[in-house]
């Protein structure tokens, strides 16, 4: 199931028109935006942005919604274009958040955010397991040493993503562990009952709607098998009708590729529509019940130690958008990438806004399993 390049030569071929010849380099971050094509990275952006004209009817923009829907697959492949350079630059390997322990480095915390899902499934080293929306395999690559060996497949739907795991399960010497589908997760290439396990980490969100992303995982699960996620969600105190509220979540969705985000009641029964029994849920990023962590939100909005603790922070994100900004003035970056990393900033400003509402969650953690 590994992936080849000749699988889908014409995406590659696009990807590398876009991305430049630095695919498999981990060059610095400003050499590997500078050599994107600037036609083709104009063209990402615009396309993106294209769907995101609703700021001025969100009283009433479900038929926006309904574009974003029906476009979702190629407005989060634009998107991940665009993004996955800056999240590397910022991040790291893992493009998510987690529960934050104090006296933790950001690493730590990230990896054992990971860790816990393979604890969660009981995996060990004989098991096939799927990652669902893998990005460029952070937590997939984690999930092989947490489980002490377990093989682990991703799905992505973004050739360059795909570029990006193959090279690294290369580099870190775990390419006999791992395997790699270019594919839509709504209509997965992959046969029925295929895997003992499944998990996906802030990855599914970008469904059209979550029943046809679950329904996939349900069908190429292996009956008995289980299936952990952490999902983006809005919480019981969002409030749909205050206007307030819903500008903060229109703008996390517009800065991260989301039609519409579930709430966690809506997220459950999704998952139960399809089959699902439900194990166990819980919110990760709910109030803490001890002085051992700190808000989740914390990582965007007060810098931890660290040259990427710095690049999250608010003063680390205006100085990005400063630099970018003369760059662009004299031609040394092309066209999207200003526009790109003022979207991330003020997704970044409205998540922590979303985190200090309560009215956000970026890990509503379950645990579901495939009846018998």
């Given at each position: 199931m590994a992936v080849t390049v000749d699988s889908y030569t014409e995406e590659i071929k696009l990807m590398r028109?876009?991305?430049?010849?630095?695919?498999?380099?981990?060059?610095?971050?400003?050499?590997?935006?500078?050599?994107?094509?600037?036609?083709?990275?104009?063209?990402?952006?615009?396309?993106?942005?294209?769907?995101?004209?609703?700021?001025?009817?969100?009283?009433?923009?479900e038929s926006y919604v309904d574009g974003r829907r029906e476009k979702a697959q190629s407005m989060t492949n634009s998107f991940y274009d665009l993004v996955t350079d800056f999240y590397e630059y910022g991040w790291g390997k893992s493009f998510h958040f987690a529960k934050l322990y104090k006296?933790?480095?950001?690493?730590?915390?990230?990896?054992?955010?990971?860790?816990?899902?393979a604890l969660k499934l009981g995996l060990n080293q004989t098991m096939r397991v799927l990652d669902v929306g893998c990005g460029v395999g952070g937590p997939l690559r984690e999930i092989v040493k947490a489980s002490g060996g377990a093989h682990v497949?991703?799905?992505?739907?973004?050739?360059?993503?795909?570029?990006?795991?193959?090279?690294?399960?290369?580099?870190?010497?775990?390419?006999?562990?791992t395997a790699f589908v270019k594919g839509d997760f709504t209509n997965m290439p992959i046969e029925d009952a295929s895997f003992d396990a499944v998990f996906s980490v802030e990855a599914t969100v970008h469904a059209p709607r979550l029943e046809m992303v679950y329904a996939e995982i349900f069908r190429?699960?292996?009956?008995?098998?289980?299936?952990?996620?952490?999902?983006?969600?809005?919480?019981?105190?969002?409030?749909?009708?205050?206007?307030t509220q819903k500008k903060v979540i229109h703008a996390i969705e517009q800065g991260n590729s989301i039609s519409k985000l579930y709430s966690t009641k809506q997220c459950l029964a999704a998952l139960q529509s399809v089959g699902f029994?439900?194990?166990?849920?819980?919110?990760?990023?709910?109030?803490?019940?001890?002085?051992?962590?700190?808000?989740?939100?914390?990582?965007?909005?007060?810098?931890?130690?660290?040259?990427r603790g710095l690049l999250r922070s608010p003063w680390g994100r205006r100085y990005t958008d400063y630099m970018l900004t003369l760059l662009h003035k004299v031609n040394l970056v092309p066209s999207g990438v200003l526009e790109t990393s003022q979207l991330l900033n003020a997704a970044a400003d409205n998540l922590v806004l979303g985190g200090e509402l309560g009215i956000f969650t970026p890990m509503f953690f379950f645990l579901v399993e495939k009846p018998l």
């Amino acid at each position: 199931m590994a992936v080849t390049v000749d699988s889908y030569t014409e995406e590659i071929k696009l990807m590398r028109n876009l991305h430049g010849q630095l695919v498999f380099d981990e060059s610095n971050f400003l050499k590997k935006v500078g050599q994107k094509d600037d036609t083709l990275n104009k063209q990402a952006a615009e396309s993106y942005q294209s769907l995101w004209q609703d700021q001025d009817h969100l009283k009433d923009n479900e038929s926006y919604v309904d574009g974003r829907r029906e476009k979702a697959q190629s407005m989060t492949n634009s998107f991940y274009d665009l993004v996955t350079d800056f999240y590397e630059y910022g991040w790291g390997k893992s493009f998510h958040f987690a529960k934050l322990y104090k006296g933790d480095t950001f690493e730590q915390n990230i990896n054992r955010h990971e860790a816990f899902l393979a604890l969660k499934l009981g995996l060990n080293q004989t098991m096939r397991v799927l990652d669902v929306g893998c990005g460029v395999g952070g937590p997939l690559r984690e999930i092989v040493k947490a489980s002490g060996g377990a093989h682990v497949t991703g799905i992505n739907n973004n050739a360059y993503q795909i570029e990006r795991c193959l090279a690294y399960s290369q580099k870190y010497g775990l390419s006999p562990h791992t395997a790699f589908v270019k594919g839509d997760f709504t209509n997965m290439p992959i046969e029925d009952a295929s895997f003992d396990a499944v998990f996906s980490v802030e990855a599914t969100v970008h469904a059209p709607r979550l029943e046809m992303v679950y329904a996939e995982i349900f069908r190429v699960l292996k009956p008995g098998g289980r299936f952990a996620c952490y999902e983006w969600c809005t919480t019981s105190n969002y409030d749909e009708n205050d206007m307030t509220q819903k500008k903060v979540i229109h703008a996390i969705e517009q800065g991260n590729s989301i039609s519409k985000l579930y709430s966690t009641k809506q997220c459950l029964a999704a998952l139960q529509s399809v089959g699902f029994k439900l194990v166990e849920e819980w919110d990760a990023a709910g109030p803490a019940k001890d002085d051992a962590t700190v808000p989740w939100y914390y990582t965007l909005s007060k810098p931890d130690p660290g040259l990427r603790g710095l690049l999250r922070s608010p003063w680390g994100r205006r100085y990005t958008d400063y630099m970018l900004t003369l760059l662009h003035k004299v031609n040394l970056v092309p066209s999207g990438v200003l526009e790109t990393s003022q979207l991330l900033n003020a997704a970044a400003d409205n998540l922590v806004l979303g985190g200090e509402l309560g009215i956000f969650t970026p890990m509503f953690f379950f645990l579901v399993e495939k009846p018998l």
